[in-house]
Nanobody, 119 residues
Framework: QVQLVESGGGLVQPGGSLRLSCAAS????????MGWYRQAPGKQRELVAA???????TYADSVKGRFTISRDNARNTVYLQMNSLKPEDTAVYYC?????????????WGQGTQVTVSS
């Protein structure tokens, strides 16, 4: 069983910063791609950023230049540094990862953390 636990969400004013963390635990051999998604009320869940085990990153156009994804493979943790936050960044942010063990590859989601950008 694998668990992803997010932390770091909260309320921030426009232009502010937040850092999200997501720690993976459980039984697995390795983690391939990890990512952050978000879902705003009434909208579909969308990819925000992703990072491969080798460190290659992908970003949604709406966050390029403002958000940075990183990971600590030794700690099985992925981070999302969010700067210059805008009200349209308000959403529940979910961590996601592709986990490998002997004979299987499975995708897991965290429970989500709320990010609210408002004055």
């Amino acid at each position: 069983q694998v668990q992803l636990v997010e932390s770091g969400g909260g309320l921030v004013q426009p232009g502010g910063s937040l850092r999200l963390s997501c720690a993976a635990s459980g039984s697995f051999w390795r983690i391939d791609t990890m990512g952050w998604y978000r879902q705003a009320p009434g909208k579909q869940r969308e990819l925000v950023a992703a990072i491969t085990s080798g460190g290659t990153t992908t970003y949604a156009d709406s966050v390029k230049g403002r958000f940075t994804i990183s990971r600590d493979n030794a700690r099985n943790t992925v981070y999302l540094q969010m700067n210059s936050l805008k009200p349209e960044d308000t959403a529940v942010y979910y961590c996601n990862g592709d986990f490998r063990d002997s004979g299987w590859l499975r995708n897991y989601w965290g429970q989500g953390t709320q990010v609210t950008v408002s004055s």
